[in-house]
């Protein structure tokens, strides 16, 4: 196996994803808008929708694709995903109204959950105790995405609303004809498990959470830390507008150094944090200091303080890799695939959920005809959620680690 090769093209594909979501922020709600009628308003319910269209998919489709990778390997999965990505971009690219708009937003949330394929990729092709630290350096892609997705999608559409999915078409189409040539198979045939509609649904995938001791509390801590992570998203940027009165160049450079902190924390840290510390004390300090950003950010009297916040918050980039990591080791070879799929449909389950309860959550605490106002109440929430999931994860059985877990070498 040409792991280097392999590896390049799992990291690519999943910073693909991320471009994916990144590159809509600045052009989906002006084509929806405009299809509208410029009725700014409106396009902003229906932008709603899409949003929780997408967030279903991710949820119904995640465990499906994490099953069939268990059943017919991760490379056919991967770059079926891949191709399918490229043509749903074409799709939004010529999207004559609203409905194939539409149909092309439920299609990405469908190809995009091919980012749970690509963590058993990288699950079966590395040993239990370097897991945690390949775990990282993939996650720099997010990181990355996160970064040039909004920035180059905001410059591309300067030129025409439709450039930005036919340079991400043509990037999709490419890395999966590059993928063609170098991904090769990662899980052997002995090693493959029956595909199973049972287990490949939503709440089929999710009986295997339930089945392997610890798994269920690690899995718990996944689910509150995924959640705290949507009031991000679906609040900061409302947050910092209304608190500090930032526009919309001040908060997107504030997003780009939460990018760049993020990726410096996946890519320099994580390795060497959990050589030295092992994965369950990354987990718990990573836990630990996102709910100090958080709180941090909840009160911040200033944007000074806030983006203070951001290098502190940063190092929460230090849980999931660690919690992956965990997890990966209570499951067999052939539930790598289920494993990801489960954590996908919590990750579903917690974009669906977390924008209204955040959102509320906003709005309640600044209404007007409050005589107290509390506009970081949702990061306050956010916080008091990881350190319930730090207790969670300190309270787990089984706490000893490998002793392997200390000494292996980054990956």
Known sequence: MNKPAAVIFIFVT???????????IPVLPRLIVGFMGGDTAAGATVYGVFGTAWALMQFFFSPV????????????VVLASNFG?????LLMALAPNLVWLFVGRVVSGITSASVSTAFAYIADITPPEKRAAAFGRIGIAFGLGFIIGPALGGVLAGFHPRLPFWIAAGLSLANACYGFLVLPESLPAERRAAFSWRRANPVGSLVLLRSHGELVWLAAVYFLSQLAHVSLPVVSVLYVAYRYGWDETTTGLMLAGVGVATAIVQGGVIGRVVKRFGERRALLAGLLCGGTGFAVMGVAPSGVWYCAAIPIMALWGLANPALQGLMTRRVESTEQGRLQGANGSLQGIAQLV?????????????????????????FLLAAAMLLAAAVVAARTAGTAEPA?????DAW
């Open 354 to 378: 977390g924008p209204a309860i955040f959102t509320g959550i906003f709005a309640t605490f600044i209404a007007s005809h409050r005589s107290w106002q509390i506009p970081g109440a949702p």
């Open 65 to 76: 694709q994490g099953a069939l990778s268990d059943r017919f390997g991760r490379r056919p």
């Open 85 to 89: 990505l490229g043509l749903d971009y």
């Open 14 to 24: 999943i910073l693909l994803d991320m471009l994916a979501v990144g590159l809509i």
């Open 404 to 408: 392997s877990a200390a000494r292996v």
